[in-house]
Structures are given as C-alpha cells and as structure tokens.
C-alpha cells in the first residue's frame, strides 16, 4: 500500500493538506485620499508585506533626521487582526533609512490616513524620499484579546526573571 499523497505532500493527513492550502485573502477596506497613489501591494506571491508608499517628498537629514510620512490611504482593518509597519530591508541596507517605533501598530478601529515614521541613520549623507517611494511594508495579523487576571504568583518556567542578555551573546 502506497501512502496517500495530499497537495503534493505524500503520507500527509486531511488536515495538514488543508491547512497547507492558501488562505484566503482577508477583505481590508481601503480608502485612496490620494487617487494618483497605489493601493497597498505584494511585491511577490507569497509576500507577507505589502507596500506602502510616501504622499509627499522629504528630506532625511544624516545622523537620526526622522519625518512622519504620510501614505495617501486610510483602512479599515477587521475585528480581531492588526496593522504592523515594517521597514524595507532594502532602504536599511542601503540607505540606513528605517522605521521608527518599528513595528508601528494600526488597531482594527484606527481610521485615519497611515503614516510611517522614517530616520535616516546614516552618519553622513541625507536621504531624499520621493513622491510614490515605497518607503515601508504593511502586514496584516490576526491578534488576541487577552484577559488579564491578577495573581499571587506565577508558576516557574526554564527562563525565569532572565532578561535582556540572559541567553548569552
């Protein structure tokens, strides 16, 4: 007997061929406040970020100039997922341009126009971003509600009260 082969998985169970499926896409309503200006955007299927772009031209001076940027659209991210801003790993490598407050968090009931916080840590040379640069990522997560419930005590666990560097270098 031959074990059965599921979404190109072979000796895969129902659930793990389904699970591996694609999700669906989540419907994210967008408004344009600037109709020249792209819609958030993958640049590659399978992409987790989608582009953002900058409504306006800015100068990054050298050594921590920073601007909020703004991107052109407000949206409506659903009940039970957030918006994290993210840099673009290729304005950091290049440029030393990257995301304050990084990741910045959009809650679900936010409605205003996005904007990114942008600095420029290049010791040396300023940073021009241009009208329609895309200047960060925007990945959408589905997030939980805690309930925070006071305690005596917690219960121990291997890591403990270790902190910053308590695993070593």
Request: aromatic share 4%; proline share 8%.
């Amino acid at each position: 007997m031959t074990p059965a082969t599921h979404n190109g998985i072979e000796g895969a169970s129902d659930e793990a061929a389904i699970a591996s499926l694609p999700a669906r896409p989540l419907t994210v309503p967008v408004v344009r406040l600037d109709p020249e200006l792209p819609l958030p955007g993958y640049a590659r299927e399978g992409d987790a970020g989608a582009d953002l772009v900058a409504r306006t031209a800015v100068t990054l001076a050298p050594s921590g100039g920073r601007a909020l940027v703004p991107t052109g659209i407000a949206l409506a991210i659903p009940a039970g997922y957030a918006g994290f801003v993210q840099p673009r790993s290729g304005l950091a490598l290049r440029h030393g341009v990257t995301c304050l407050n990084t990741p910045g968090l959009i809650d679900s009931g936010y409605r205003d126009e996005l904007a990114v916080l942008l600095v420029n840590t290049d010791p040396v040379t300023a940073y021009e971003v241009q009208r329609g640069d895309r200047i960060a990522q925007l990945v959408i997560q589905r997030v939980e509600v805690a309930d925070f419930v006071e305690v005596d005590g917690l219960h121990a666990s291997q890591r403990g009260l270790g902190g910053f560097g308590s695993t070593g270098r």
